[in-house]
């Protein structure tokens, strides 16, 4: 039972390794996230679903992590930007973002980063619309998108999406 | 302003029957939440005026798309994710995906789901006015039964339903036969993506021997609840498209709407914007 009254206690496995946090039902999983889990990467941008910086991955769909409830988190899997690079060495994607200057100020950069990683593992060689499309929940105020997209175009060169 | 998140309930029942009785027993108490992309904006709004949620997100009676000889039936939980990738409704309700496309962004179709677009009761919704044009039938569903409706007769005005306190959206039924019409969907807002319609227009017709033999006509934005404009696809019988027909039809489209004035528009523009949709449309057909 959970030690608090009124929350309840989740247990779900984040980027591969099982978690257990404590809290209330209608808690944003973005906040759980950032507090219990102290998992920081995922931000958030508007807090209503509009901007995409608190995308993460939730049983390999991409979500805004602002429109979860904590509740519903029980038994997910869930992916992180914390989760995207694999034994030390950054995804293609990531890589990508640094050589193309996809990244300015930051604060978008992970939900960006997340939503074309899901999208390169449902459409490996994706077109320059299908990139578009997949980004379009994710706004940034820094790069007017053209390198955001020209990072992604290279990240499927780079690795047919396989990261 | 946040809501304070402790106030809140919450309940996940294993079952449709358990999530029914629930609401048998204290009508109008639990709130259905499905994918939330609603209800949480409002909870951040500090506008949630529920207490008490039960959580039906994973209730298996209420997911899937099923296929029989006359008709595709969608549960209420179907995902405008799992609309667009379904083959079926590809092919043969396509403004119900092109509908779903232009519905938020990949994360809000992932959990936005068709029974919350019309539970949630948006004038503004994207999806209605393509189920409208398809003669959709809603199945409803409580401890004491179930019923269809046509989807035609469920929103009665601004955020008014036919649902009582203890019913469910279960289903939404789309009779096949639809495919030999010509069909449109236009949505315009203020951007391509993860906007709020100014208007939203879906329509098809059956053309006869150059003659408009059928017609539905649909649009969401101009009205208290989305709308099926029947005086319109009355007036379009046996007529031929032209561009007097869509100066006439669209005088006649008029006097079925009751736009506003709001944040995301003006009535006079959503007017204009109806009716040069209502003339695009009739262009396609000529």
Known sequence: MPDSPGKLRVSCTVNGEPAEFEAYPMERLLDVLRRELRLTGTKEGCGEGECGACSV???????????????????AVLRTIEGVAAAGQLHAVQQAFLAYGGAQCGICTPGMILAAVNLLDRHPSPSLDQIREALSGNLCRCTGYTKIFESVVAACRKSDGRG | MRSVVPLYEWETPPDLASALGRMAREPGAWKPFAGGTDLMVLLEAGKLPHRRFLN?????????????ADRVSLGALATYTEIRRHDVLAREFPLLGRAAAETGSVATQNRGTIGGNIANASPAADSPPALLVYDA??????????????????????KTMDLAADELIWRVHL?????????????????????????????????ENGLIAGARIALASVA??????????????????SPELALSAGAELAREL?????????????LRVAQNLLAEFLETLG
């Open chain 2, 224 to 241: 208290p609840a989305v709308l099926r404009s029947r005086a319109v696809e009355q007036f379009l019988l046996g007529r031929r498209p």
């Open chain 2, 175 to 207: 009779p096949r036969g639809r495919s030999g019409w010509r069909q449109y969907y236009r949505k315009v807002g203020t951007r391509r993506a993860q906007a709020i319609s100014k208007v939203c227009f879906a329509a098809a017709a059956k053309i």
């Open chain 2, 137 to 158: 039938e809603i199945e409803l569903v409580s401890a004491r039964g179930s019923r269809r409706i046509p989807y035609a007769n469920f929103h009665t005005g601004y």
């Open chain 2, 258 to 270: 009751a736009p506003i004035d709001d944040m995301r528009s003006t009535a006079r523009y959503r």
């Open chain 2, 56 to 68: 039906i997100w994973k209730i298996g009676e209420l997911r899937g798309v099923e296929t029989s």
């Open chain 1, 57 to 75: 991955e939730m049983d390999g769909a991409l979500v805004n992590s602002c429109l979860v409830p904590a509740a519903q988190a029980d038994g």
